[in-house]
């Protein structure tokens, strides 16, 4: 076992080591493997958004005999889960899409297989990667991280039920071994409860005092640090090299039997505290020069600790202090979620020690999949819609991952030969009492209040950045202020302006207006006087109407009467044409007769003429 000050932690510190003898590899999303979360060129700037996968678990025993009604269905081929809400008396269904959806019926290889694999390629391309289970208690975190609790494998085989990190390991040392890969393994576990950090790989202490220890004592908390470069690190945090998957698991259940549990009415064996898994490897690699190369990849696998209803899981006194703590850290985990998606300048990641190890892979450089986990059941759907919100708000994160810088075999070497020198000075001192040396309570003392003051320095610092910070952000504040108080004297001397060219527009309109008014008084004058014009002329128009009405039957009369004397002028016109032939023919025939007797007469008077003319001739003869 291998126990160092500055162990590497949950966040990517290797990646910020030694500067100077690191060089870069060719590409660093050249590894990006099958996985859904390759990363293109042009993701490195824009970022690769939190991938989350939702899983249902299926009724228990218990709630199948109770007939508990189910109240969530999932399509894992249109990657949904839908909740059915019943709310005064409507069906409400709400739908929420993730990056995956496995139901109840899913198996633990699938989950795998589908999801995780992928993931496993990429932290052996030299990526650091976070996977985690988010979830109400009792909906399958351990479940889908650890297991069923079937360790055994049987025949070289992994159980049915093995989890994701049972799996991970296995697919690790497969493909490293399937190619003849040299290379170095080191795992560390450590739990975090109630905002204390223990390590769960540590050597149980001796018990020097004659009466037992409770459980819970004999966890020594260690301290979070920051490493100066915007990281954090576990100091003293065991990091156990590792040679094979079997030595992996024998560590898992270690580690995961020291793990604080307990019974709550919605979980017989509840986790009460988070847990982190981290799986560090080192594969040497040659360049085309054959240069040996050192390719880090991390993987974390954190299982964190129910998001919990206090009242409904039944948790009493240091239980519900418990539950309030668990659900500090992920109130705080929900609110980096929140400022991280609404890209609002302050994340307040430093709220909570969870949010700290886990800064990374919230945001970060790391390739991060969150596991949200549900139950089907109608008495769990307030956290069941609570859980939807929060890993559909995750959904949208956006990480910068990038490849660990590669380090040259000789820099690794060069860093571990100090080391051994530090730590061969150590045990010379201590073998040759060559040091300062003092009685083991003092000793014990001492460390104790060093720890703490640590701590308190810790603790100061943090007090001291978030006051920095604080003052920056007055600072800005108070710019700001001035800025906006400048501008406020131009707008209101130019407002004393305004008002005051208002102030002549106004006299000008009130002028105006009196004008107006006096004239609106002539033409309401002129507007009655047209008024009562207009109703004369409406009388006068009536009785013209009346006369012209009458006229009109009089002229109908007419018209009837010149109609009958057009009539009785055609009958008489008819009559006169008759009497003027008639009177034609009449005279023509007087004529005739005249002329007749005017000839008869004429012959006649003629005769008589000659007859005188004889006679007197026959006078004047006589005589
Ligand atoms: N997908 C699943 N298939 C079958 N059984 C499951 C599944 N998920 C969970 N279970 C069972 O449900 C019970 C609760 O699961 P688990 O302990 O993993 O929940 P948890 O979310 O880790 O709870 P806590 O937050 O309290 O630790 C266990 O008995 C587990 O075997």
Redesign the pocket.
């Known amino acids: 076992m291998e126990k160092r000050g500055g162990t590497p932690s949950p966040s990517p510190r290797s990646t910020e080591k030694s500067g100077k003898d690191l060089t870069r590899s060719g590409d660093a999303n050249g590894g990006a493997s099958a996985g859904g979360n390759a990363t293109p060129k042009g993701d490195k700037e824009k970022g690769v958004n939190v991938q989350v996968i939702l899983?249902c678990?299926?009724l228990?025993e218990d709630e199948t005999k109770g007939n508990t009604p189910v109240v969530i269905s999932c399509n894992e081929r249109r990657r949904e889960v839908a909740a059915t809400q019943v709310i005064a008396n409507k069906q409400i269904d709400r739908t929420f899409a993730f990056d995956k959806v496995f139901g109840?019926s899913?198996k633990q290889k699938d989950l795998f297989e589908q999801s995780i694999s992928p993931i496993v390629h990429e932290v052996l391309e030299g990526y650091n990667c976070t996977i985690f289970?988010y979830?109400?208690?009792?909906?399958?975190?351990?479940?889908?991280m650890e297991g069923?609790?079937t360790r055994k494998a049987k025949s070289g085989e992994l159980p049915t039920?093995a989890g994701v990190i049972p799996r991970s390991v296995r697919q690790i040392f497969d493909i490293l071994e399937a190619q003849c890969a040299e290379y170095s393994m080191k795992v560390t576990f450590l739990e975090l409860y109630n905002e204390e950090i223990t390590d769960l790989l540590a050597p149980d202490e001796p018990r020097f005092p004659v009466l037992p220890v409770p459980e819970d004592k004999n966890k020594k908390p260690i301290a979070l640090m920051e490493d100066g470069k915007g990281g954090v690190f576990v100091r003293g945090l065991e990091e156990e090299v590792v040679y094979s998957a079997g030595e992996i698991y024998k560590i898992l259940d270690k580690g995961s039997a020291k793990r604080r549990?307990a019974e709550?009415l919605?979980?017989?064996?509840?986790?009460?505290s988070h847990s982190i898994f981290s799986i560090t490897i080192h594969i040497k690699e040659l360049t085309h020069e054959s240069e040996e190369m050192i390719k880090i990849g991390k993987l974390n696998l954190v299982?964190?600790?129910?998001s919990?209803n206090i009242s409904r899981s039944g948790a009493r006194d240091g239980r519900a202090r418990e539950a309030g703590e668990i659900n500090k850290s992920l109130l705080t985990l929900g609110r980096v979620i929140n400022a991280l998606v609404e890209h609002s300048g302050h994340v307040p990641y430093r709220d909570s020690k969870l949010t700290r190890l886990l800064r990374d892979s919230l945001g970060g450089k790391t390739k991060t999949c969150i596991i949200a986990?549900i139950s089907p059941s109608v008495y769990c759907l307030e956290e069941t819609l609570s859980t939807l919100d929060y890993a559909h708000r995750a959904k949208n994160i956006r990480n910068k991952p990038e490849v660990n810088q590669k380090m040259m075999k000789s820099a690794v070497i060069k860093d571990l030969y100090s080391e051994i020198d530090r730590l061969k000075q150590e045990v010379f001192a201590a073998r040759e009492k060559n040091g300062i040396y003092i009685p083991r309570e003092r000793y014990l003392q001492e460390e104790a209040e060093k720890k703490a003051m640590t701590e308190k320095i810790e603790k100061l610092g943090v007090d001291l950045e978030a006051r920095d910070k604080q003052l920056v952000e007055l600072k800005e504040l108070y710019d700001a202020q001035m800025l906006l108080s400048a501008e406020l004297g131009e707008k209101l001397e130019k407002t004393q302006k305004d008002l005051e060219d208002t102030r002549h527009a106004l006299h000008d309109l009130e002028e105006k207006y009196s004008e107006a008014k006096s004239t609106i008084k002539e033409k309401e004058f002129v507007i009655s006087n047209l008024q009562n014009s207009e109703k004369s002329l409406v009388d006068c128009a009536y009785n013209l109407r009346a006369e012209l009405e009458n006229a009109a039957a009089d002229v109908s009369g007419l018209f009837s009467k010149i109609e009958r004397k057009d009539k009785i002028e055609d009958g008489n016109r008819s009559l006169v044409q008759r009497f003027r032939s008639q009177l034609t023919q009449e005279l023509d025939a007087l004529h005739k007769t005249v002329s007749t007797s005017v000839m008869q007469q004429e012959d006649h008077l003629k005769e008589m003429e000659d007859d005188m003319q004889s006679f007197v001739s026959s006078k004047d003869e006589a005589i």
């Not at 979830?135 to 889908?144: A, D, S, V």
């Not at 919605?266 to 009460?272: A, D, F, I, M």
């Open positions: 899983r678990r299926p228990s109840p899913s289970a979830g109400q208690t009792g909906t399958g975190k351990t479940y889908t069923g609790g039920d549990t709550t919605l979980n017989k064996q509840s986790s009460r299982d964190l600790a129910g919990e986990t």
